[in-house]
């Protein structure tokens, strides 16, 4: 995997938090900075502004436009939300539930993020948050030695990841069930390394591959009629 230039070594413009999550939620959406411009009436080179400057302040009305273009709230854009969980925001008035087929399931669980990963302990179950690659259909992931996660090896587990979009009151969420296992193997482990994206946010040595190998993948979206 290709190494990745720290942003304070380019020259590029540091980016501040509103504008990480200004661009995060446009990517999200497939928008090109023209067309969140023309959502909002505002100039391309002003939305290129937000994204890129650390010190970008725009006014709350100014805001406001922004978050209709990228279907959010100020809120959200601004970190307000940062330490609640997702799904705060009240039920859509027309729900719809639908069962996603297992190629959508891979598909929405595909590439790397955050997943909840529930173990069997002695004392209990346990639940805990990893970041997460897929690489050859399996779910892969860096840990401790003796860490919580460990306690899934050779054992059957259950791994979920979901994506809610307060704003608009629809999200999904994908469950894949499959057995554990401690990966040891030096071309595994270095295959892992190269086409493996996502870095434990906990930092420290975690040095221990773990995959998942799916024996069933389901999951579900809520959206509006």
């Known amino acids: 995997m290709a190494e990745q230039t720290p942003p304070y070594l380019t020259d590029q413009p ?5 504008g990480r999550r200004i661009e995060r ?3 999200e959406l497939g928008l090109t900075r023209e067309e969140v411009a023309f959502r909002a009436h ?23 436009l922004l978050a209709g273009a990228l279907r959010t709230t100020p ?7 940062v330490d609640l969980p997702p799904g705060i925001g009240r039920a859509a008035r027309s729900p719809r539930l639908t ?28 639940v805990v948050p990893v970041n997460y690659s897929v690489v050859d ?6 840990t401790r030695a003796d860490s919580v996660p460990t306690q899934g090896r050779d ?19 994908v469950l894949v069930r499959g057995r554990a296992e401690a990966v040891t193997d030096p071309d595994a482990v270095r295959r892992f390394a190269e086409r493996a994206y996502s870095e434990p946010w906990a930092g420290g040595e975690r040095d221990l591959w773990m995959r998942i190998e799916p024996t069933a993948v389901t999951g579900r979206r809520i959206d509006t009629w």
């Open 14 to 18: 540091l980016q501040g938090d509103l």
């Open 155 to 173: 054992r059957e587990v259950a791994f979920a990841v979901d994506r809610v979009d307060d704003a608009l009151s629809q999200g999904w969420s």
């Open 75 to 81: 809120t959200e854009l601004g970190g307000g939300n």
């Open 99 to 126: 069962e996603l087929n297992e190629e959508e399931c891979r598909r929405l669980l595909s590439t790397h993020g955050v997943g909840l990963l529930a173990v069997p302990t002695e004392a209990a179950p346990v």
């Open 25 to 27: 939620r446009r990517r």
């Open 42 to 64: 505002m100039a391309p080179s002003y939305i290129a502004h937000l994204e890129q400057s650390s010190t970008a302040a725009p006014e709350a009305g100014t805001l406001l």
């Open 137 to 142: 259909d399996a779910v892969v992931f860096r």
